[in-house]
């Protein structure tokens, strides 16, 4: 049996529609009928071959990292799931190329989840990796009451979900966005919005809260960037990116006082956590712009280019 998948056969192609397999479930994995995939960051880089020296890439290259979709096998040794059963998660795999921009993926069972009910398959696709980024930027930064956060890219893939979680948690929310995004922001919580495009965004921040702030959590900034942004900072807090260039400014932020944490997608295991959160109301999906199957390379120049709000889903079934 063949299927539909979008795939490169080499890196910087455009991509197309592709007929392949569809992969059988080894032991501990499920085949899921994907409805719905996200389409993040690591996306683009996948495809252009900038990862290559990094991780192991095979071709024809299926990008995807997160999917919403049925079940529709299970391999030996999986009781959690069985066919029918509705979940969402990620494709967790040491190699790339054989990601959800399919019509059909093999994935670990410890990588999914039951798909939260309110969502529908178009919206699920659009949390996990995001979300569980999300939740370990707050989880590093942990903002207390009252505290002031800084969130810049806050109204992004990861920065709409981190924006929520810091102010469910009761923090002031700094949110440095442009000022279309503006709306967004507040809409998802932020208290305030800075226009990083109508001046110097630093000093709008110190104008407005010369004290400093308790915590930086930066989804876009480089190790330059993110150092300058730290100067903001009150001593003693925390700068925490999930970025890995903006590590390199660790040392910088350390002279000022200030904590720098990288901030690692967490495991598929806290997927629970965040369908809680859905569903008890207090975390929704951001506005998400969808691409069918076939068009999924658009979905990718898009996400390559950069300023995208909210989330990219690409509609598989």
Do not use: C
């Amino acid at each position: 049996m063949t299927m539909r998948a979008f795939a490169v056969d080499e890196f910087g192609a455009p991509g197309s529609i592709h007929q392949l397999p569809v992969p059988e479930p080894a032991e501990g994995e499920v085949l899921v009928r994907v409805h719905a995939a996200g389409v993040n960051v690591m996306d683009p880089m996948y495809t252009a071959g900038w990862l290559k020296d990094y991780m192991e890439h095979r071709f024809p290259l299926v990008p995807g990292i997160d999917l919403s979709g049925v079940v529709e096998r299970v391999g030996p040794g999986v009781e959690r799931f069985a066919p029918g059963d509705d979940v969402y998660g990620v494709v967790t795999k040491p190699a790339v190329g054989e990601g959800s921009f399919a019509d059909s993926v093999v994935v670990k069972a410890d990588g999914l989840a039951p798909k939260p009910a309110s969502l529908s398959h178009e919206q699920a696709a659009a949390v996990p990796h995001v979300g569980l980024t999300a939740l370990a930027a707050i989880e590093a930064a942990d903002p207390q009451p009252g505290q002031v956060v800084m969130v810049v890219g806050a109204t992004g893939g990861v920065g709409s979900f981190v924006t929520q979680l810091a102010a469910a948690r009761g923090a002031t929310v700094v949110a440095v966005a442009s000022s279309p995004a503006r709306d967004l922001a507040l809409q998802q919580g932020a208290s305030e919005a800075i226009d990083y495009r109508s001046g110097d965004a630093l000093e709008q921040l110190r104008a407005s809260h010369p004290q400093g702030v308790d915590a930086l959590i930066d989804m876009h900034s480089d190790a330059e960037q993110m150092a300058r942004y730290g100067q903001a900072v009150r001593s003693g807090g925390r700068a925490v990116s999930p970025r890995g260039p903006a590590a390199a400014a660790a040392a910088a932020l350390k002279e000022h006082g200030v904590q720098f944490i990288g901030a690692n997608r967490l495991p598929a295991s806290r997927l629970p956590d965040l369908t809680a959160l859905i569903e008890g109301g207090q975390l929704h999906v951001p506005p998400i712009k969808t691409y069918p199957l076939e068009e999924a390379g658009a979905a990718i120049n898009e996400m390559a280019g950069g300023h995208v709000r909210g989330k990219l889903v690409v509609t598989v079934a």
